[in-house]
């Protein structure tokens, strides 16, 4: 399949499908509890067959047009992902949403990886806003949201049971014509 290069530094974003369960499983083990701070992802994969199941999931997603599952590589080893957990495009509207185990981070891969997606949604699949689902207490995930130029729309409170705790859950998006104008004002997306 095909890889998009995001740099110099050999990270790149590449389709994540049922083929690549081991690796997916190895990701998810070497950072779950780091992964699963905020959200579920993941939680099921516990043996290569449910990981499996998981990637096959969005796979069937794929096929369907409603939903798309990309890794982000680091130095040819899967560190984390990038994902359109809803995508319709009859009413062009999609939701983007990130992993990264600690391998990953501090090296801009989700804010680099979103760009990709995000360009592609708009510029190709003619989507009109790309939506960014994040809990208040993920501050790494607010700043993806904020680096890419997203409003912050508001809060849904306590909207998340998760872990025994009911979390806020912010929403951010980017229509196409802000995401347009940010990119031909400044050559690229931060604003």
């Not at 997916?24 to 516990?46: K, S």
């Not at 130029?149 to 872990?163: K, N």
């Amino acid at each position: 399949m095909y890889a998009i290069s995001l740099g110099d530094d050999g990270a790149e974003l590449r389709p994540l499908e049922p083929w690549h369960a081991e690796e997916f499983l190895a990701h998810l083990n070497r950072g779950r509890e780091f992964i699963n701070r905020h959200i579920a992802f993941g939680a099921d994969a516990t043996d290569v067959d449910s990981a499996r199941a998981v990637l096959q999931s969005y796979a069937d997603k794929r096929a369907a047009d409603s939903g798309f599952l990309h890794g982000l590589w680091r130095e040819g080893k899967l560190v984390g992902g990038l994902l359109f957990r809803v995508f319709d495009a009859a009413r062009g509207i999609c939701e983007l949403g990130c992993r990264l185990e600690p391998a990953g981070t501090g090296r801009g891969l989700v804010t680099r990886g979103a760009r990709v997606l995000v360009d592609w949604a708009f510029d190709e699949r003619g989507m009109h806003r790309v939506e960014w689902h994040v809990s208040s207490a993920n501050e790494a995930g607010i700043n993806v949201a904020r680096r890419l130029g997203m409003t912050r729309e508001g809060v849904l409170r306590e909207s998340h049971p998760y872990r025994g705790v009911r979390q806020d859950i912010e929403i951010w998006s980017v229509l196409a014509p802000e995401w347009r104008a940010a990119r031909a004002h400044t050559g690229h997306h931060d604003r």
